[in-house]
């Protein structure tokens, strides 16, 4: 049986620190308003600079669990490089 090559999964970025919901709010706000403005936002950890620059066509996923009483809410969004939207033309 031949073993297929799958790509290997590179974590580039991870993050996590305790915010106020205020903080929360101006971070989702920042990074919507570069998506907006800049196609693109910037994640500055020390002095390295990662570049989120996603396509025009992007998979979103929202997902609220809740256990016990712990509750977690994850915004994920996926898009392939170098994909654009497919449009259809009737000629």
Same mark, same amino acid.
């Given at each position: 049986m031949e073993q297929q090559?799958?790509?290997?999964?590179?974590v580039l970025l991870k993050h996590k620190e305790n915010q106020n919901l205020q903080q929360l709010a101006?971070?989702? *706000?920042?990074?919507? &308003?570069?998506?907006?403005?800049?196609?693109?936002?910037? @994640?500055?950890?020390?002095?390295?600079e990662i570049v989120i620059s996603p396509t025009d066509d992007i998979?979103?996923?929202? *997902?609220?669990?809740? &256990?016990?009483d712990k509750h977690s809410f994850e915004i994920e @969004?996926?898009?392939?490089e170098g994909e654009e939207k497919k449009t259809m033309k009737i000629l």
């Open positions: 090559n799958q790509p290997r999964t590179q101006t971070t989702l *706000e920042t990074i919507a &308003k570069k998506l907006r403005e800049e196609q693109k936002f910037v @994640f500055m950890q020390g002095n390295e998979k979103v996923e929202f *997902e609220y669990e809740v &256990k016990g @969004f996926d898009w392939y």
